[in-house]
């Protein structure tokens, strides 16, 4: 019975969980190719026009070393806001949507698996 349990907590956890926890990081990588020219990852990454991303997800907003976030981002970041995947989602494919008056000119991400794969690129940099 106590197996049972167990297997069905398993079965109802795998379809609770967030659909880009299955994206590809590979894809994804391609996918960043649209953020490069204002975002940066990776070990030498520096600030540009946006902040560098190493640690996004999960990350509480507004915490990027030497950026001069948006107001619109800073109020966000004092409410508490958190780059969670389902956070980073809307925001990928909506900005303005999520934080009203933020600096970023990105319209957003059209498809949904574009948005999984990026999120899952991000999430190799720690």
């Known amino acids: 019975?106590?197996?049972q349990?167990?297997?069905a907590a398993l079965i109802a956890a795998s379809f609770a969980a967030p659909a880009f926890a299955s994206g590809d990081a590979a894809a994804g990588e391609k996918v960043f190719n649209k953020c490069k020219a204002c975002h940066a990852v990776g070990e030498d990454a520096k600030n540009k026009v946006g902040p560098i991303l190493?640690?996004?997800v999960g990350a509480a907003a507004g915490q990027v070393?030497?950026?001069k976030y948006s107001d619109g981002l800073v109020a966000k970041a004092a409410e508490g806001l958190t780059w969670d995947e389902e956070t980073l989602a809307a925001f990928l494919a909506k900005p303005k949507d999520v934080v009203d008056g933020t600096k970023m000119?990105?319209?957003g991400l059209k498809k949904e698996d574009e948005i999984e794969n990026v999120i899952a690129y991000l999430a190799t940099f720690e």
């Open 1 to 3: 019975m106590t197996r």
């Open 5 to 7: 349990i167990a297997i």
């Open 54 to 56: 190493n640690g996004i």
């Open 105 to 107: 000119s990105f319209a």
């Open 65 to 67: 070393a030497d950026f």
